[in-house]
């Protein structure tokens, strides 16, 4: 069973740079045909697609956040990472690392999750 | 980009049938998925491919997806099935999941 779990600090500055990563346990990391993806959640709002590294490598960003994102990945750790850089308190989030399975066109969907981590943006 | 539209609340009594509506253009042409958010917990697949269920979901889980609608039907609702519902289709021209805004069922 994959097993995802996101780890980094619990509060930033506003102007800094916010980075986390995500631990994946039990899951073929490297091969197979895998979105992994960033999700956030703001206080009392829904998901939010931050962004995903496919399995070829290639990224996607979302085009509202893109010119701040980035994101890696380390297969030797089995951990995928997010940076945000020159976050506001509009970043403040519930942040999800997820697994999205690709089945066919249009056919893809998030089985794993991890239990997300609460990111505050705060001086 | 394609939008999904969900009602903000649903309200059914215990022992009813709830359904959860997800709106987009012919979005009976996609495969849509459908997730359940607790408070305080990650969202957890119900549905995905419009119908079917994951392993360890329940089968008063169910949907159904034609036209302009997908519908999420959870039958003799209970207290523990009070949550948000997302559901999610992926935009093949961006190549990214849409997520609709969520839909808080609440058992009378």
């Known amino acids: 069973q994959v097993q995802l779990q996101e780890s980094g600090p619990g509060l930033v500055k506003p102007s800094q740079t916010l980075s986390l990563t995500c631990t994946v346990s039990?899951?073929?990391?490297?091969?197979?045909?895998?979105?992994r993806s960033w999700i956030r959640q703001r206080p009392g709002k829904g998901l939010e697609w931050i962004g995903h590294?496919?399995?070829?490598?290639?990224?996607s960003y979302n085009p509202s956040l893109k010119s701040r994102i980035s994101m890696s990945v380390d297969a030797s750790k089995n951990q995928f990472s997010l940076k945000v850089t020159s976050v506001t308190a509009a970043d403040t989030a519930v942040y999800y690392c997820?697994?999205?399975?690709?089945?066919?066109?249009?056919?893809?969907?998030?089985?794993?999750w991890g239990q997300g981590t609460l990111v505050a943006v705060s001086s | 980009s394609y939008v999904l539209t969900q009602a903000p609340s649903v309200s059914v009594a215990p022992g009813q049938t709830a359904s959860i509506t997800c709106e987009g253009n012919?979005?009976?042409?996609?495969?849509v998925h459908w997730y359940q958010q607790k408070p305080g917990q990650a969202p957890v697949l119900v549905v995905y491919?419009?119908?079917d269920r994951p392993s360890g979901i329940p089968d008063r889980f169910s949907g159904f997806n034609s036209g302009n609608t997908a519908t999420l039907t959870i039958d003799s609702v209970e207290a523990g099935v009070e949550a948000d519902y997302y559901c999610?289709?992926?935009?093949?021209?961006?190549?990214?999941?849409?997520f609709g805004g969520g839909t808080k069922l609440t058992v009378l």
């Open positions: 997820a697994r999205a399975e690709r089945l066919g066109m249009g056919r893809v969907f998030f089985d794993s």
């Open positions: 039990g899951d073929a990391f490297s091969g197979g045909t895998y979105y």
């Open positions: 590294i496919y399995s070829s490598g290639s990224t």
């Open positions: 012919d979005i009976g042409s996609e495969s």
């Open positions: 491919d419009d119908r």
């Open positions: 999610q289709v992926w935009d093949r021209s961006g190549d990214h999941p849409v």
